[in-house]
Structure formats: structure tokens, C-alpha cells
Nanobody
Framework: QVPLVESGGGSVQAGGSLRLSCDAS????????MAWFRQVPGKKREGVAA?????????SYADSVKGRFTISRDNDKNIIYLEMSSLKPEDTAMYYC??????????????????????WGQGTQVTVSS
């Protein structure tokens, strides 16, 4: 059973938009930190965005996507979204949803190191053409 299921990837032209979804309704472990990472073949996995799901739902972003991507959560359905706009060819990658390691403080919920996240989805491919 895959506890995190991504969807919404596809092919778009530069400047376009996509919305990725991560269905975490089947995720059994308690965490208050969810994130999106991406990876290009041959390169290290890169953090994109994270959301602390308690309190005011603090979000954080990689510099490369600030102002273009938005992470959010549907509390009722336990789905994490990544709204991507003004897409660039360099955004092309496999995008992964990730669950944090238990309960963390907001300052420690950030898309910095994949070592901070213990469960991953299977990924959804995003391809942006110029």
C-alpha cells in the first residue's frame, strides 16, 4: 500500500500552470510537516515547498520557486496541493510528496533536506517545454 499518492503532473509550455495533488488520506503516521521535492535524473533530490499543518499552516519555499509555487492543504480530505504557475523548462522533474518525521516545530518544517522526511510517494512527472 502506497500511503502518499501524487497526481496532476503533465506536459505544459513555459509560462503555463499545473496543480499537483498528494492524497495523504491513507497515511497512518502522525506528522505535522508535509513537503514537495523534485528530482531530475542524475541529480540530487531538491526541496520545493513545505507546509506545517498545525496552527497557521506556515509554509516555506525554495528560492527557485518563490512567488510562482504555492503549497496548501485540504484539511477535510487530507490532500496536499502544489500550485505551480509561470512554469519554466528548468522546473521539469519528477515531483514527490513527502511526510515529515513525526511532530516538529514550524521552524523545522522546511524543504531543505530529504533526510527530514521519512515517507515518499511514487512521484508525478512534470515536463515544461520552451
Amino acid at each position: 500500500q502506497v500511503p502518499l499518492v501524487e497526481s496532476g503532473g503533465g506536459s505544459v509550455q513555459a509560462g503555463g500552470s499545473l496543480r499537483l495533488s498528494c492524497d495523504a488520506s491513507g497515511y497512518k503516521y502522525r506528522t505535522n510537516c508535509m513537503a514537495w521535492f523534485r528530482q531530475v535524473p542524475g541529480k540530487k533530490r531538491e526541496g520545493v515547498a513545505a507546509i506545517h499543518t498545525a496552527g497557521d499552516e506556515r509554509t516555506s519555499y525554495a528560492d527557485s520557486v518563490k512567488g510562482r509555487f504555492t503549497i496548501s492543504r485540504d484539511n477535510d480530505k487530507n490532500i496536499i496541493y502544489l500550485e505551480m504557475s509561470s512554469l519554466k523548462p528548468e522546473d521539469t522533474a519528477m515531483y514527490y510528496c513527502a511526510a515529515g518525521d513525526g511532530l516538529v516545530l514550524p521552524a523545522y518544517c522546511a524543504p531543505v533536506s530529504d533526510d527530514d522526511f521519512i515517507d515518499w510517494g511514487q512521484g508525478t512527472q512534470v515536463t515544461v517545454s520552451s
